[in-house]
């Protein structure tokens, strides 16, 4: 799971641009496959994916501490790292990673607005972009739950269901309040795990009255905590990244 990507992964058939994957820490440590699977699914849609051995962590942990100094010097490697004219945008899987690295215009304002303007989630880049690749069947009842700092950091909330929507077969359904915090926070699940568990509850309860064969959600923070909350509450969903879904669901379609 830890191995690394590529440099470059090609797109299938005629290329629509270039883009860089931006990998970050937790995902390559616990989330490899979400890695592998974006990459995959960029590729399948018609992008050159471009993954920079010179990137390193977004600095929003550090930030997050209050750690500013130490945060803008990670900054500044991201920028040299994707200073490439030819990157049409920097693709992220991490909403935490995302809106790091959107803050960068604020935190370096001389060398950093370059670097924040070309930032996407995946789900917006591809939503923007259109997919091009089929995209085979998924029976399945879903709910989307929304990252915090996809939604409130990045204002992104259309766009993973749109393309979830986009999947035959899958069926998106609601829950109670999907853009209300996990309890996950950054590290506020480790610092203050009584508060979290608190905040935790209430999304599960939210979840298990909707009942999805499926939770998806596009942050690392938010996929274990609502994992960890899955299991010990009993319930029957298995909780995964948009890119997942749409993995498969190529996947499904390259095989039918």
Not at 51 to 71: K, N
Not at 122 to 142: H, N, P
Not at 162 to 189: F, K, S
């Amino acid at each position: 799971q830890r191995a690394a990507l590529p440099p470059l992964i090609a797109a299938r058939g005629t290329s629509r641009g270039r883009v860089a994957l931006f990998v970050g820490c937790i995902m390559p440590e616990l989330f490899g496959d979400v890695n592998r699977e974006t990459a995959r699914v960029l590729a399948a849609n018609g992008f050159d994916v471009e993954v920079s051995p010179d990137q390193g962590c977004c600095g929003a942990l550090h930030a997050h501490a209050g750690d500013e100094r130490f945060a803008h010097a990670l900054a500044r490697e991201n920028v040299a790292a994707f200073a490439s004219p030819d990157l049409e945008a920097v693709i992220s899987n991490s909403a935490g990673c995302g809106a790091a690295l959107r803050d960068v215009g604020h935190w370096l304002p001389d060398e950093g607005p370059g670097l924040a303007s070309r930032v996407r989630d995946v789900c917006e880049w591809l939503d923007e972009q259109g997919l091009t690749a089929a995209l085979g069947r998924i029976d399945a009842r879903v709910c989307y739950d929304d990252p915090c700092h996809l939604l409130h950091g990045q204002r992104v909330g259309d766009a993973p269901r749109r393309l979830l929507q986009a999947i035959p077969g899958l069926d998106l359904v609601t829950h109670d309040d999907p853009g209300a915090c996990c309890g996950a926070a950054g590290t506020y699940n480790v610092t203050q795990p009584e508060m979290s568990r608190a905040v935790l509850a209430r999304k599960l309860e939210s979840l298990a009255a909707a009942d999805p064969d499926l939770i998806v959600t596009g942050n690392p923070g938010c996929l274990m905590q609502l994992r960890a909350g899955c299991a010990q509450a009993g319930l029957r969903a298995e909780v995964v990244h948009p890119v997942t879904l749409l993995d498969r669901a190529i996947a499904a379609a390259d095989h039918s």
